[in-house]
Each structure stands twice: as C-alpha cells, then as structure tokens.
C-alpha cells in the first residue's frame, strides 16, 4: 500500500506540471488580456487610456512578454520560492488572497462532504432493502426533486426562512461583529451557525444522487449467491447486510470522491455568491472575468490538485474496504 502511495504521488508531479500549462493556456485563450479589460471597465466610466499609457500597464505586469515567458516565470515562481505571482486587480501577492478564501472552501467542502455522506448511506441502504415499499417510493419523490431543483433556488428559499421564519441573520458566514474578531469559542458558534445554510443547499443535490446510485448498486449485491450462502449459515440480517453486499456496494460510492471534492469548489459559485461567502467560487468567477491570470491559474490549479487528491482518497479507501482490489 505504501508502495502504491509513493508511486502514485510521484506521477502527480508531472501530470500536476502538464496541467498548469493547460491551465496557463486556456487562461490566455480569449481575446485580449488584463489591460484590455481595464480599459474597457475604465472607457465604461468615460476614462480614457492612451497607447502609450496601456504599453507601459504590459510592460509592468509582463503582459508584453511571450506567452511561455509568462508560463515559466509563473511556475519557477511556484516551484522555487512557493510565489504564485502578484494579482493584477488587487495588486496583492495571489498566496495571500487565495489561501483563506480556500481555508474557508474546504471547510465549506468537508462540511457538505460529511453531511452528504451521512444522509445519503443510510437512506440509500434502507431504500434498497424496503424497494418498492411506501418508504422506497417517498425517498425516490424527494431523491427526484433533491436532484430538479436548481441550488440558487434553494439558496434563496432557505435565506429567507432563515431571515423571516427564524429571525437569524444570513449571508456570509460569521455576522458583522465576527468578521474581523480573533477566533474564539463564540466566533466559532457564530460560524456553526452561518455554516448549515449553505451545507444543506450543496448537500441536497449530492445527496439526491448519490441516494440513487447506493440503490442501485445495493440492489445488484442483495440477491447474489454468496447472500443467500451467508444468511443460510444463520448470520443476522442487519450483521450479513453490512458485512457484505453494504461493502461492496460502497464501491462506486466511494470513487465519487474523486470528482466531488472539485465539484464542490467548482460548483458552488453560484451559491456562493447569493449568500455572499467568503469562499473560492467568486474569486475564480472575478478573476476569469478580468483575465487575472495569476489569480486565475492558481485557483484553477488548486482544483487540479483537488482532483487528484480525491482520486488517490477513492483509491485507498476502495482498497481498504474491498479485499480483491487489495489482491489486485
């Protein structure tokens, strides 16, 4: 397993060196660059920027500079001395914006992770042992319906139950008295309390899905050989249930993890920006838009590495709870 490990975070060093390349070419793909939009946000408010002026705004950012110039500057940055380069918009180094903006995002992601989780394996187990009962129809209307609504929708519904119903304060995740406390044990309920809005509305449609798909694969299980082989032998439902066909029903369950984790952080812009937090979807939004590369690139990059995290999560907890993968 160790072996595996090793080798397997030795090969994401170059795929994560091919994917930042990718990453810094699409980046660069629309027409124009950081100046362009500049000026035209600047031409919006009837300012005007001459040639000369707009030269001289490349020649400082290093827009001028041909595009693998820009790449290798970029990288060896990252490489070398842990830089990610300056933000044009904000005119600050990009590690200092992204990483709290990612603390919260991964707090945000792990929260909605647990939740979905927790949610999803029991009612998809109880679905799949009660099929075509009363239950298993009323989990499949709400599964449907989890899966229909759109998240922005459910954002705004839950804010206002929130606001009106329970005369809690929403947006953002701490109040306005928080924002810029020092950590303690009341900023830390203020959070709790901020938190469970946005988790419930990532949760709904993961859990919604991911319902489905642990139905589905238990059912594949519940009636093959080696179940009727265990409950002939006297083992108890519920101890044959989760011994077997539960484990290795988990199988696609688990290998979500490799796409949810950056989905989580992808997919929740929308979300995030009606309610207003603090996380790493408005920032990618923003910076895409201005064509911040630096900011952009490192964000989008971070979602790479998201991936291969989870890919390489999936594949040791898949080898952990399935012996044959072991063997294999």
């Given at each position: ?30 027409p ?11 031409s ?27 790449y ?47 949610i ?25 319906i ?31 008295a ?49 179940v009727?082989?265990?409950r ?67 964000f ?29």
């Amino acid at each position: 397993m160790l072996k595996f490990i090793a080798k397997r975070l030795l090969w994401m060093i170059p795929a994560l060196l091919v994917l930042s390349f990718l990453t810094f070419v699409l980046i660069q793909l629309p027409p124009g660059d950081y100046v362009t939009t500049y000026i035209a946000t600047l031409s919006a408010s009837n300012e005007v920027i001459d040639q000369n002026t707009a030269a001289d705004l490349r020649a400082r950012f290093g827009l001028d500079q041909p595009m693998i110039v820009q790449y290798w500057k970029w990288i060896s940055g990252i490489l070398l001395h842990g830089d990610f380069g300056l933000s044009f918009e904000w005119q600050q180094p990009v590690s200092g914006l992204i990483w709290e903006r990612m603390a919260f995002t991964l707090l945000l992601t792990f929260a909605t992770l647990l939740a979905t989780w927790g949610i999803a394996l029991p009612i998809g187990i109880f679905s799949a042992v009660k099929k075509y009962t009363v239950g298993d129809y009323i989990v499949t209307l709400f599964s449907f319906i989890g899966l229909a609504v759109p998240s922005f929708l459910l954002a705004l519904v839950l804010m206002y139950v929130a606001a009106v119903k329970l005369g809690q304060e929403v947006g953002g995740l701490f109040s306005d008295a928080f924002v810029t406390a020092p950590w303690s044990f009341a900023k830390l309920w203020d959070l709790m309390q901020h938190l469970w809005i946005p988790v419930v509305i990532l949760a709904v449609s993961g859990t919604a899905s991911l319902v489905r798909v642990m139905r589905a694969n238990l059912l594949d299980e519940l009636h093959k050989p080696y179940v009727t082989t265990a409950r002939a032998k006297g083992l108890s439902e519920f101890h044959l249930l989760m011994k077997y066909p539960v484990r290795l029903a988990m199988n696609p369950f688990i290998s979500t993890i490799a796409w949810l984790l950056p989905n989580l952080v992808s997919g929740s812009i929308i979300v995030a920006i009606v309610l207003n937090l603090p996380t790493a979807g408005p920032m990618l939004l923003q910076s895409l838009m201005t064509q911040d590369m630096y900011l952009a690139g490192a964000f989008l990059l971070l979602i790479c590495m998201l991936t291969m995290l989870g890919s390489l999560i999936s594949d040791i907890l898949l080898a952990l709870v399935d012996p044959r993968i072991r063997l294999e």
